[in-house]
Structures are given as C-alpha cells and as structure tokens.
C-alpha cells in the first residue's frame, strides 16, 4: 500500500531536523479502514519466554514489570528521580470562588537539589464548599495553554511561560478552554478538579530540554530532539504524580480517590501516568491516538513516522526502530490499557477524529480484556464498537462522541458517571 511503502522508504532516514518531510503527510496517512494492512494484536498475557499468564499474581508480579520496563526502554522513558527537597507554598485561597459555589486554592510545588537547581510547577485547584468539611475525590489533568485558560475567573494566575509563546499570556488567553476543565459542573457533582500546565514542567518543544524539569537530574543546555532515556511524555506524567503526592497533603482532597484525565497528547500522557503510577484509582484518555490509546498496527491515522519526527522529544531514541515498523514492535497499546488492570479506564473517541483512529483506541480497550479477567473482570465486555453518541460503561469504558478532536461537556459526563460509579457507590 502506498502509505505504508513511503513510510518505509522514508524512515531509513532520520527526519528530525528536517521538515521537508511534512510535505507528504498526506501521502503517509490512511483514512480508508479498506486500506488497513492485516496485523495480529499480540497478547499481553504472552511472556518474552513464550509461557501464558494465567493468574492475577503472575501477572502483578511477573508479566506486568516486564510490560513495564519495555515501555520504560523502548517508548515513555524512565521515570525521574524523586528531587532533593520538595516543599509546598500557597500563593492563594478563596472560599467564594465560581459566583460562592466552591473552595479555590492556587498551589506552586517547589523542587529544589543540593545543586541549587530549582523548578516549580504551579496547581490550581477547585473543590466543592463540603470540602471544607469532608474531602472530595477528584479529577486530575495537564493544560495546554495556562491554568488561566481553563477557568473563567480573571484572578487566576497565569501559567505556562515557560513555552516561550507571548500569545498564551495574553488577557484574551483567559477562560478559552472552559469546556474542557467543566470546574462548575464538577463541584456541583461532588469533585474537586486540579489542574497544571504541561509547558510547566516540560516545554512542548523538541528543545525544550533545558526549561524542563529534567534539567534537575543532568545538564541539557543545548540539547534538542530524542533522548536515550526520558521523554516529555514520561516528565509530564512524573509531573502529575508529583501533583498527587501533594493532593496526599490537601485538606480538601480525599487523594485515595483521584482520577487522571487528559486530552490528546495529554490522553497519551494520562495513560502513562496511570500505567506507572498505580495510586491513579481511574484512567481517563480521551481523543489519545497514536502513542495513547490507539493501535499502532492499524497504521491509520497519525503514524509512528509522523509522530516520532514531529514531536522527537515525546519519545525516547530507541523508539525510532518502530518507525514504519509497528509490526515489529514488542508491545502493542492494548498492553498499555493491560498495564492498568484492575482499575477502571475510560477512553474517549470523536467520530471526526480519523487522525487519532477512533476504531483503534476501543480496540486497545477491547485487547486488554484478558488481563482484567484474570482479576474478575469482564473489562469492556465486548469487541462490538458502539455507535456515536452512546456510552458504554464498563471497568474499561468507550464512548465515540459525534465530532471532531476536542474534550467536551459530552465526554466529561461520562467521565463524571464513571467516577460516581467508582467513586461513590462502590
């Protein structure tokens, strides 16, 4: 097939630092479900050895580990170390926030090494008024454009500066993603909503490096594309759990009860997070595509090519083996759902969004059913994809909402319904 051949001739070449490529997108990307090669799923219950998993200890203990270190090597990248002194400064709290509908706090989580290196993340917070009496479960997420953007209270600090982008600091940035953040409806539902921006702990830009957090642990000055051991994707999920070991100390947060959310490439982020951070009780993935949810086999959509060559700091150096060659790859993305077994995952597609191969991510859901039966589990229940508009609940969840890539009021209720589920009546 033209596609996967032009990927193949191009990925003898390594196009990081030239974007001559991207002139023929069009021809690497399949949108014809008639034109996806045959490819076999591989299970995630198969060991390097060969033998089966056949029970919920084997597969905590043995299997899981491995998955784990592969995606470690291979992908994610390792996980950063814990720095040397980590502190927590309160830089603001109102108890009349949203028209006196919730408790607000603005947090900045300091990470300072002997070096006298430092790095700071900065949290916003809304939690229903009960929270002052009772903590609240939550939900929490990575931004793309400040903390400012996702609320519609002018006073909220803004965030994100380290992107380097005047245009996110601007006054018109404030409350432009609103609906993605649904703060209101959250507290009158019962949660807490947190939220950072991703560009705080590491600059979504192949030389973002050196502004990172990364630069806590060796000197990246001047360093720009692919690194052999971390990854933007695996600082930005190390940032969300350091935002939950804060959450462990907030009066307002009941931190046994978090679920991790994320759009797009913050979906991919999300899944990695909750992957190799089991305190996440719920994983929430929504529009995630190539590299989140989806199926790389599949090759529809958003491929390894492009994503490796457009985006060289999301994934570690040995991942550039599997460029035109996801048949080849270890792994598939149904072990990454597999990853989070027992735990509830929710995935999230938009009819619209063939670059992010909605089929795919409910098939990665779907693959992973074999690892929550060994704890009981039906996991999705079924390989049969719903039609648009309609949820189906499950301890591995899918909706395909009408539209294009977005994060919506129609895929927060789902959301909000699986945490009720989980959060309240379990």
Request: include cysteine.
């Given at each position: 097939m033209q596609h996967i051949r032009l990927g193949k001739e191009l990925a003898q070449t390594d196009f990081g630092s030239d974007p001559s490529w991207r002139e023929r997108i069009d021809e690497l990307t399949n949108y014809d479900e008639a034109l996806v090669p045959d490819y076999e799923v591989p299970s995630p219950l198969l060991k390097a050895d060969?033998?089966?998993?056949?029970?919920?200890?084997?597969?905590?203990?043995?299997?899981?580990?491995?998955?784990?270190?592969?995606?470690?090597?291979?992908?994610?990248?390792?996980?950063?170390?814990?720095?040397?002194?980590?502190?927590?400064?309160?830089?603001?709290?109102?108890?009349?926030a949203l028209d006196n509908t919730a408790l607000r706090k603005e947090v900045r989580l300091h990470f300072r090494m002997r070096s006298g290196k430092a790095?700071?993340?900065d949290l916003l917070l809304y939690a229903p008024k009960s929270a002052a009496e009772?903590?609240?479960?939550?939900?929490?997420?990575?931004?793309?454009?400040?903390?400012?953007?996702?609320?519609d209270e002018k006073d909220v600090r803004m965030s994100g500066a380290r992107q380097k982008d005047p245009e996110l600091l601007q006054e018109e940035m404030r409350g432009t993603q609103v609906e993605r953040w649904h703060f209101r409806e959250l507290v009158k539902a019962g949660f807490a909503g947190v939220v950072a921006c991703y560009h705080d702990i590491f600059p979504d830009r192949a030389d973002g490096w050196q502004d990172s957090v990364l630069s806590l642990f060796e000197d990246l000055q001047g360093f720009r594309g692919s690194h052999q051991y971390y990854t933007a994707i695996g600082a930005w999920a190390w940032g969300l759990s350091r935002a939950l070991d804060y959450l462990h100390s907030d009066p307002w947060v009941d931190a046994s009860r978090v679920a991790v959310h994320g759009h797009s490439r913050l979906g991919k982020t999300s899944l990695w997070a909750g992957a190799s951070d089991p305190r996440f009780r719920i994983v929430i993935s929504n529009n995630s595509g190539c590299g989140g949810a989806a199926l790389a086999r599949r090759m529809l959509g958003e491929t390894n090519i492009v994503i490796a060559n457009a985006f060289p700091h999301w994934f570690v150096k040995p991942f550039r083996k599997y460029i035109a060659n996801e048949e080849n790859m270890p792994f598939e993305q149904n072990f990454l759902i597999a990853l989070c077994a027992p735990r509830p995952v929710a995935i999230g597609s938009a009819s619209e969004d063939l670059w992010a191969d909605p089929k795919g991510e409910f098939l990665s859901g779907a693959h992973a059913n074999e690892v929550y039966a060994l704890f009981g589990s039906e996991g999705s229940g079924t390989f049969t994809q719903p039609e648009p508009g309609k949820y189906h609940s499950a301890d591995i969840s899918y909706h395909l909402r009408q539209g294009k890539h977005d994060q919506t009021a129609f895929d927060w209720h789902h959301y909000v319904q699986i945490a009720e589920k989980y959060f309240f009546r379990s």
């Open positions: 060969g033998s089966k998993v056949r029970s919920a200890f084997d597969w905590v203990n043995f299997r899981r580990p491995e998955i784990l270190q592969l995606y470690k090597d291979e992908m994610y990248g390792q996980s950063p170390p814990l720095p040397d002194q980590v502190s927590y400064q309160l830089l603001s709290c109102r108890h009349d790095h700071y993340i009772k903590p609240a479960p939550a939900f929490l997420g990575l931004c793309f454009k400040g903390n400012h953007a996702c609320t």
